[in-house]
C-alpha cells in the first residue's frame, strides 16, 4: 500500500440550525462506521507524527492518518471515544490563541460560533493518546502576514501548545489551507516536520513533507464513497 491518505475533518456531530457549509460536519454515526470501515479492511489509523515513518518511505502497510482541524470541542466530545474504541489516533490542529473561545475567524461568514476547546480540554486530548498540532494562533491567511507576524503565528502556536502540553509540537496545519513558498519555508524554519493543506489528493512517500495533501471527508459522504476517496484515485483527480 503506497498511498497514505491523510483523512480531513473539522467537525463531529449534527449542523446546528442555519450553519453554512454543512458539509464540514460529519454526523457522528457516520464517523463511527466510518471508523469501523477502516478497522474492517486492517487498516490502523494514526496521528500524523505516527504517520512520519510511512510519508518518509521508511515504513510500508496499511495505515490512514486522522486529523481534526481548529480544535473544536465535538473533536473532544464526539470524536474521541469513537477512536478510542477502534484504538486509532489522530492530530488535531490547534488556534492556540482561541483556547476556549469560539471559530471568531469564520464564524460570521458560516453564520455560527462554534465552541473551541479550553486549555485543560487541550490537555484532556494529549492525556487521552492522542496527537497536539499547531493551526497558528489566530488563524490568519498566512500569505498576507508580514515576517514578524509569520513568526508569531508559527513559533508562537508551537511554544505556546508546548508549554501546555509538555511535549514537542511538531505538527502544523496552514489556516484556510493559504501558503505559498515563504509560508511553506517559515514553517519548516519554526521547526515543523510537516504540515499539511487543503489540497486534495492521497500522499505518498517522497512527498513535500510541508506541502501533504489531504482526503476531505465531507458530511454529505456515504460509506461508499468514503472507501473510494481512500482506496482509488478518486481523491487524487480532485487535487
Ligand atoms: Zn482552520
Sequence with gaps: MKNIPILMYHNIGE????????GL??????????MWLLKLL???????S????????EKSGKVVAITFDDGYLDTLE??????????????????????????????????VEKKLMTDAQIKSWHAAGMEVGAHSRTHPRLSKCTDEELQTELAGSKADLEALTGAP???????????????????RS???????????????????LMLLRRVLISGSNMLYLFMLKLLTKYEDKRG
Excluded at 15 to 22: N, T
Excluded at 42 to 48: A, Q, R, V
Excluded at 196 to 205: H, Q
Design 15 to 22: 449542523p446546528p440550525e442555519g450553519a453554512r457549509l454543512r
Design 25 to 34: 460536519y460529519v454526523r457522528t454515526g457516520a464517523f463511527g462506521w466510518q
Design 42 to 48: 486492517g487498516y490502523k489509523g494514526l496521528s500524523m
Design 50 to 57: 505516527e504517520a512520519m515513518p510511512y510519508l518518509c518511505g
Design 78 to 111: 464526539q470524536a474521541l471515544p469513537i477512536l478510542n474504541t477502534f484504538g486509532f489516533h489522530a492530530t488535531c490542529y490547534f488556534v492556540s490563541g482561541r483556547g476556549g473561545q469560539y471559530n471568531d475567524w469564520d464564524a460570521a461568514t458560516l453564520k
Design 169 to 187: 509540537v511538531t505538527q502544523f496545519c496552514y489556516p484556510y489551507g493559504d501558503l505559498d513558498e515563504r509560508v511553506a519555508n517559515a514553517a
Design 190 to 208: 519554526a521547526g515543523y516536520s510537516a504540515a499539511t493543506t487543503v489540497n486534495r489528493g492521497r500522499a505518498k512517500p517522497g512527498d513535500d
